[in-house]
């Protein structure tokens, strides 16, 4: 109720407290709510008749913005911790708040304190159906929260909604989406994990009892490192920004290359029994990225980062923090981040992205060595030899070269972009494509792609004016080539084939076929072999010249003639036969 007492002649009287209630009425109220209230009067003090309690009541949302100092008492008492705690750093609640309580705060606290009573504000979209409509009772499209809880987890629903929710705006919930995201992100962390954990616990390896400067680590390491300050340092700017959903998409990123990239490339480094200063490194590189990463993930996903961080750090240091959530949050350590290593090998994943792609429409096998990719960008590649090293493996060439231009061994195929030259220059379409067909493709491309524009007149004496942004520009391969290009960046593989690439092919295929049938069989990596083959001569021909190359991968103690073995496979190659036999030894 409004604490206004009115008298016949319009005088007002302001209330202040239940003791100037009292003082004026002899009353003192004990419930100050209708209608206990309005049975109070008193004599106005101006012209001495009767005052009672205006009937009006004050909006209820008065009370949310009153929150700010209501909650302390204040005036009244509290005055230091109202003080230390105005205005509030950061408020968050949905959108429909925006003509509620945020702007009741504004309202009521700017006239008495001349400022916002917060700093910043987090505003929330609301949580739609997976068709985008409002959840109701009428509707009968209400999810149960419980049930979702219950399926997925409280972590997968928190980074569903921190990977896809703008602030702002709704978003169309859809748990099949949920799934999956789970699945990519925190099914891929929790692979790495347990990854470490596996091998960890086979080494018996403490990594606790080593520190990371004094390891020699691989460029690898340098980069994964390079690469988790660099994402420390985002998050961390993000956050202040009240960015969660940059923050969690960074992450996600980095998993993904954690993962994909780190773990495929060093699995080798774990295996074998010496513990080895490269072993060392490569679990200590691990185990440093895997606590950081709980400690970074903790706000964001409170449950798997708490059991991360208790096995890795609470169960080798019982002095560490009781939990994650006690630990200061991470900073980055400058002297990690090595930019121009990271710029390069984002260029080697970008490079290995459009390789593949090559290999995949070149109908080449990816165990067939290839002899060279020939990259072109539009800007000065930050490759060095270890990132051309990679280049050549993860691609199976012997060789990486660096091209000024890629005219030599692509064209391409140019038709209007209809979405631009349309609203231009619609009646004359006809003849932009009657131009681009008969115009020299690499000379337009590089022309517009240089960021000039290309003019030329058509058959009714109209100039035509044309960009880049106006051209759907298509790569087509040369014989003896494959290409791809994101734009700033072109990879053509070689994909001729010579008599030591046919040969080098082979023995990949033989590698290959020996060690599936060395798992279908049921051997352990670690048992030794001895392999016999029979078959097409060529075919033996070649695999004994090259035995050399390939005896010590297959732990193979040897290799001969013959058709003895306990478990045999086939290989054909090129509709040549070749039998393959192997026996534990």
């Not at 149960?144 to 978003?171: H, K, M, S």
């Not at 590698?511 to 016999?532: F, P, T, Y």
Request: aromatic share 10%.
């Amino acid at each position: 109720p409004l604490p206004f007492w009115v008298c016949e002649n319009g005088h007002i009287y302001v209330v202040g407290s239940k003791d100037e209630l009292e003082k004026l009425s002899g009353q003192r109220p004990e419930d100050l709510h209708k209608p206990s209230l309005d049975k109070i009067t008193f004599p106005c003090p101006h012209c001495g008749k009767t005052m009672k309690r205006t009937p009006e009541v004050m909006d209820c949302w008065f009370d949310s913005g009153a929150m700010p100092f209501a909650q302390y008492h204040y005036p009244f008492e509290n005055k230091e911790k109202f003080e230390n705690s105005f205005p509030a750093d950061y408020i968050s609640e949905a959108i429909d708040q925006t003509r509620g309580w945020f702007y009741t705060l504004l309202a009521v606290n700017t006239p008495l304190f001349d400022k916002s009573p917060y700093s910043a504000c987090n505003l929330l979209g609301l949580v739609l159906d997976k068709h985008g409509l409002k959840m109701s009772k009428s509707l009968g499209n209400g999810i149960d929260p419980w049930t979702i809880l219950d399926n997925e987890g409280a972590d997968g629903l928190r980074w569903y909604f921190y990977n896809n929710c703008v602030p702002g705006q709704g978003i169309a919930f859809n748990e099949d989406a949920l799934v999956d995201l789970q699945r990519k992100f925190m099914g891929t962390l929790w692979n790495v994990y347990a990854f470490y954990c596996l091998y960890a616990e086979i080494d018996q390896i403490n990594p606790t009892k080593y520190k990371l400067e004094d390891c020699k680590l691989s460029f690898l390491d340098r980069w994964l490192l390079s690469e988790f300050n660099e994402l420390v340092k985002f998050v961390n700017e993000s956050l202040e920004k009240l960015d969660m959903l940059n923050s969690s998409r960074r992450i996600t990123e980095f998993v993904d290359k954690l993962s994909n990239w780190y773990v495929r490339r060093s699995r080798e480094r774990f295996w074998g029994s010496e513990e080895s200063d490269d072993k060392i490194a490569a679990y200590k590189t691990l185990y440093e990225v895997l606590v950081g990463l709980a400690k970074l993930l903790a706000p964001f996903l409170p449950f798997i980062s708490e059991e991360i961080y208790q096995n890795l750090v609470r169960n080798l240091d019982k002095n560490a923090p009781e939990s994650v959530h006690f630990c200061y949050y991470p900073e980055a350590d400058e002297k990690y981040i090595d930019r121009t290593l990271n710029e390069g090998m984002n260029e080697v994943l970008e490079i290995v992205l459009l390789g593949r792609t090559c290999r995949a429409s070149s109908g080449v096998k990816n165990r067939q060595p290839l002899s060279k990719v020939m990259i072109c960008a539009t800007k000065e590649l930050k490759l060095d030899d270890e990132l051309k090293g990679l280049i050549e493996d993860e691609l199976n060439v012997e060789n990486v070269e660096l091209l000024s231009n890629a005219d030599e061994y692509v064209s391409y195929e140019l038709k209007p972009q209809l979405k631009t030259l349309g609203p231009k220059y619609g009646k004359n379409l006809g003849a932009i494509r009657q131009y681009l067909s008969s115009a020299e493709p690499i000379e337009l491309v590089n022309t517009v792609r240089s960021g000039e524009k290309v003019k030329f007149n058509v058959p009714d004496g109209s100039e035509i004016e044309i960009g880049e942004e106006d051209l759907l520009i298509t790569l087509k391969n040369k014989e003896g080539y494959s290409s791809d290009s994101n734009g700033d960046m072109t990879v053509v593989l070689d994909t001729s084939l010579n008599e030591h690439l046919i040969e080098e092919g082979i023995v990949a295929e033989f590698v290959s076929k020996v060690q599936n049938l060395r798992k279908d069989s049921g051997l352990e990596v670690v048992n030794h072999i001895k392999v016999e083959i029979s078959g097409d001569e060529k075919l033996i021909e070649i695999l004994d010249r090259k035995k050399d190359n390939f005896t010590k991968t297959l732990l193979a103690d040897s290799f001969a003639r013959g058709n003895n073995g306990d478990f045999s496979s086939e290989l054909t190659f090129e509709e040549k036969l070749l039998n393959i036999y192997i026996s534990r030894v």
